[in-house]
């Protein structure tokens, strides 16, 4: 399980303080991570992308940002499973992607995205203008302050935010 700390653990300053918890079963697989686990983590790499962001090391913010996108979703797909149901074994397969949009496929988010995107157009335009554009290819690449920035406010807005969208349906 995976420990968030609490506020006054944090430092106030955006300097990175090492408040980064491992999964403490098995070696952090994804075998071993279940929901609250990729809550905590979505969350736990939210802040680590502003830190990031806010000193300069866009690469990492740009990558971090799209990383809590694909925690929060395989937050949602885990909801959508049961206790003690077996689970679909192609569904199960298939989320062991680093793929967005087959991710909000499988946590069957498309139609909710579109829905809401009608109403919320900035959204939608943050899910398809940046947030697909990511990759998990993106922690080899380089990626400037703008194109950091942009990714990080589409996924952290407030009131606009792909992750604030995933909250509601985790």
Known sequence: MVEVPSETDRAPTARYTGHDAAPARGAG??????RSDF??????????????????????????????????LKA??????????????????????HNLNQLLEIAGLRAQLAADG???TTLLS?????????SERSRYETHGQAEARELYDAVSDPAHGVFQWLLRHW
């Open 29 to 34: 697989c994804a075998d071993d991570v279940n």
């Open 39 to 72: 809550q905590a983590l979505a969350r736990l790499r939210s802040e680590d992308a502003r830190c990031l962001l806010e000193n300069g090391r866009f690469d990492g913010a740009y990558y971090l940002a799209g990383y809590v996108v694909e925690c929060a």
């Open 76 to 97: 949602c797909i885990a909801r959508n499973v049961q206790q003690y149901d077996f689970p679909d074994r192609d569904a199960v397969n298939r989320s062991y992607t």
């Open 118 to 120: 009608k109403a919320d």
């Open 126 to 134: 943050n899910w398809n203008n940046h947030v697909t554009k990511w």
